[in-house]
């Protein structure tokens, strides 16, 4: 595989969080170094990676990544190593792996912490001594490859479990990047709807993205985001090519397609759009309600320990020995919890 794209690839957003990301991007990009992009799913840890690739000097070479989590473990170690002709049966001709593929550009291994400890020695080998045998093979291949790694896990916790390699990980945090998600990002949010609506618009052949009402901004802004960049786009195309008008701002968000329409659409018209209006529970704000009416304590308690929870971690940098500290809970009572609400 080789660079698919001989320009940079643009990260849409000026919030705070994500210029001090990309600060520390460019500083670590020209040295030769492995580096480990972390951030929760959907916040765009790829497009990080590809950053450092062609702020690089390797940005010439090739760019080429593996999913680790896509594949089985046997599958994993023939695709990033290679395998010999009759290494194993089915093997009738001389694979090259993705590390030789990489040869003098970049490789970049998505969901890391999925690969199994013996494919993880192999990965610290090459890391390490640019070494590494192909399946079969009875020679040593010499290749010169930076390696940049991905997870949406905590490595330090999975190294403590003894699920992943604590001399990896010490090699790959040569720097560790976080990618901020989406509901730190503040002003980001419109400013990347807005981005993935005029694409859309453009693809649909609009002559222009007539932009969003008021209240579909607020919308956008009061929600939570939890598939991030990825979510957002989804969310903002599927808009944009449901709405009919393409001279009408877009007034209707449809953040759950798999729900009943009357439940979840978000009907947010102002008068600028021609969304049909929400009904008078959706209205009502939900603290309104609460105080009005009957409603599902347990459920309630665990939406509100759920946005305690996001925002210790947002205040702690996403560190969650940090925030274990800062909520006065041991570390694994932090990790029952976050897995408990999905967060991890």
Not at 162 to 179: I, K, M, N, W
Not at 314 to 336: G, K, P
Request: net charge neutral.
């Amino acid at each position: 595989m080789t660079a698919e794209d001989s320009v940079l690839p643009a990260l849409v957003g000026q919030s705070a969080p994500i210029i001090e990301m990309m600060e520390r991007v460019s500083r670590a990009a020209g040295l030769d170094r492995p580096v480990l992009v972390v951030g929760e799913r959907g916040t765009g840890k790829e497009l990080v990676a590809s950053q450092f690739h062609y702020l690089s000097q390797r940005w010439d070479g090739p760019f080429v990544k593996v999913n680790c989590a896509a594949l089985a473990e046997t599958l994993l170690e023939t695709e990033l190593f290679g395998h010999e002709a009759g290494a194993f049966t089915g093997a009738a001709r001389r694979r090259i792996g993705r590390f030789e593929r990489a040869h003098g550009g970049t490789l970049f291994l998505d969901e890391i912490a999925s690969a199994s400890p013996a494919v993880q020695e192999k990965i610290l080998r090459v890391v390490e001594y640019g070494e590494l045998e192909r399946l079969g093979a009875g020679a040593t291949t010499h290749v010169d490859v930076r390696v940049i790694g991905a997870t949406n896990r905590d490595l330090p916790a999975e190294a403590d479990e003894g699920r992943f390699r604590h001399d990896l990980l010490d090699r790959l945090a040569f720097e560790v990047v976080t990618v901020p998600p989406v509901r730190a990002r503040g002003d980001d949010i419109v400013i990347l709807a807005e981005h993935f609506a005029r694409a859309m618009a453009f693809e649909i052949g609009w002559p222009d993205f007539p932009g969003f009402t008021r209240a579909a901004r607020d919308a956008l802004m009061g929600y939570q985001w939890p598939g991030n960049v990825r979510e957002i786009r989804n969310v903002v195309e599927r808009a944009v090519c449901r709405w009919n008008d393409a001279g009408i701002p877009v007034g209707e968000l449809d953040f759950d397609p798999f729900a009943s329409a009357y439940r979840t659409r978000r009907a947010v018209g102002d008068g600028e759009g021609r969304s049909p209006a929400a009904s008078s529970e959706e209205r009502t704000p939900p603290s309104a309600r609460e105080r009005i009416g009957p409603f599902d304590l347990d459920r309630t308690v665990a939406e509100f320990e759920k946005r305690l929870l996001e925002n210790a971690l947002a205040t702690q940098r996403y560190s969650q020995r940090a925030t274990a500290r800062h909520l006065r809970l041991s570390y694994h009572q932090l990790r029952n919890r976050l897995r408990k609400h999905g967060l991890i």
